[in-house]
């Protein structure tokens, strides 16, 4: 009898590590953690950018001298 074919990862050549088999069953298992950094991505990277703010910190900064203490 031929064993069931695992799917294909990307970057592997068949071998998974114990780590990433760890990884994938504990996730599976506990979805809460995906969700968790998932909200956690979404603050980090995912908030409102606010331009004017932004073009008054640079035009309203002094600009600083390079090597001052020669």
Request: cysteine-free.
């Amino acid at each position: 009898m031929i064993a069931p074919r695992e799917p294909y990862r990307v970057g592997h050549s068949g071998y998974v590590s114990p780590f990433t088999e760890f990884m994938d069953g504990f996730l599976a298992e506990h979805p809460e953690v995906v969700e968790d950094q998932h909200h956690g991505w979404y603050l980090f990277w995912d908030h409102k950018a606010d331009f004017e703010e932004w073009k008054e910190a640079r035009t309203d900064s002094v600009p600083v001298k390079g090597y001052d203490y020669f």
